[in-house]
Structure formats: C-alpha cells, structure tokens
C-alpha cells in the first residue's frame, strides 16, 4: 500500500509567519499534486509538480518535487489569514491519485 | 471550465435506508470518474474508479455490493449508499478526468448524515 505521510499534522501559526509542509513516501510517484480544501468543500488545485527537483512557485508558495519523486515540499511566505485550509499532498499512481494525510493550516491575524 | 457538480451537497438519512448522490461533470465529457469518502478531520480515501458504460473498479476494503456506483454517460456518476448505517456517515468526494489526461477535477462533496 502506498502512503504518504505529511508533516506537520496541524500548524497554527500568526500572519506574516513562514511555514514549511512535508509530503514523504517510501514510493516513487510520475507526478505529485498539492491541494488546498476548505471545509464542507472539494480539494482546489494548487499545483502539479512532475519532474524530480522540480520547483514551482505560486505568488507567496513555493513548492518543490524530490529528486527521487518520493518527497515533495510546500513552503509559504509570510502567511496570511487567507492561507487557512487543509492541504493535501496526492501522488499519482497511474490513473489514481493517492492522498496525503493532510496538514491543517490555521492563520490567525 | 472543467466544472464537476454533485447532488445533493448534503443529505441526512435513516439507518438501513439507501441514498443516492450524482456527480455531474457540466462542460466536459468524463471518461473516468472517481468517488473519494473523507471522514472528519481526515484526507481522501480513493473508494473506487469507474469508466462509463463498465463495471466500477473497488479499492481493496471497500464494498461493492453497498457501494453501488453507476456510471451511465460520459457526464454523469452515481454512488448510491444500500441499507446506510451511522458509520456510513462521512464527506463524499467525486473528481472526473478525461482522456488521458489523468487531471482529476473534483467536485464540491456531500455531507451524509446516517441517523
């Protein structure tokens, strides 16, 4: 069974402040994807990343694929308020995509 | 574009009912469509695959003959939960892909509440 693991769980943290999420696997991934969702919705999108060391930036959120496609990175800059969200990492295996455990983002103000 | 729609985003039933929820893709035609279940304060757990006009694809632990997923046209999916129970009650997720692209769009979720 393929995991992946995400560190922090939870991070609670005040606006302007950086933060850094982990996404580990012991597998090898052709793509990994970051989501953000919101409660009582759908996962939103955020970025796809595909080659190994690849990095992607997003306005204040830079994310970065693993040189060996196992591990992926979520840094933000400065956060804000808005930020707040569950994010998700998810490998793709094939067709099917294999969610991370998810890292829960509270901003205050 | 690219939109996936699901009904109803919330509906709450009585323990050994059955509930349907339909997941539409609007713009686009599906080739595949996915159903997710996520359990509070939990991720995404892939239930099963389905291609329209063939049987769907389970995961490993997840029942088929209570997890009854219809995928009849290129735009729409159901899963319909049999005979719910209250541990049946979760967030389900559907997401809809096309070709070969493997991007999965997803859709808003229904919240089942089995009482």
């Known amino acids: 069974t393929q995991l992946l693991e995400q560190s922090p769980q939870f991070l609670s943290i005040q606006e302007g402040e950086n933060l850094t999420v982990y996404c580990n696997s012991s597998?090898?991934?052709?793509?990994l994807q970051w989501y953000r969702q919101e409660p009582g919705e759908g996962p939103v999108l955020l970025v796809t990343?595909?080659?190994?060391?690849e990095v992607k930036k997003l306005k204040r959120l830079t994310f970065q694929f693993g040189d060996a496609r196992k591990d992926s990175s979520l840094h933000i800059t400065a956060a804000q308020p808005g930020d707040t969200g569950l994010y998700l990492c998810a490998g793709r295996n094939t067709d099917k995509l294999i969610f991370g455990t998810g890292t829960r983002l509270q901003v205050f103000p | 574009g690219a939109v996936v729609s699901q009904h109803p985003s919330r509906v709450i039933c009585k323990s050994g009912t059955s509930v349907k929820i339909e997941c539409r893709s609007l713009?686009?035609?599906?080739?595949?469509m996915f159903w997710y279940r996520q359990f509070p304060k939990q991720s995404l757990m892939l239930m099963a695959t389905s291609n329209e006009g063939s049987k769907a694809t389970y995961e490993q632990g997840v029942e088929k003959d209570k997890f009854l997923i219809n995928h009849a046209s290129l735009t729409l999916s159901t899963l319909t939960v049999t005979s719910a129970h209250p541990e049946d009650s979760s967030f389900y997720i559907c997401s809809a892909s096309v070709g070969r692209s493997y991007e999965q769009y997803f859709g808003p979720g229904t919240r089942l509440t089995v009482t």
């Open positions: 990343v595909v080659t190994g060391g």
């Open positions: 713009d686009f035609q599906a080739t595949t």
């Open positions: 597998s090898v991934f052709s793509s």
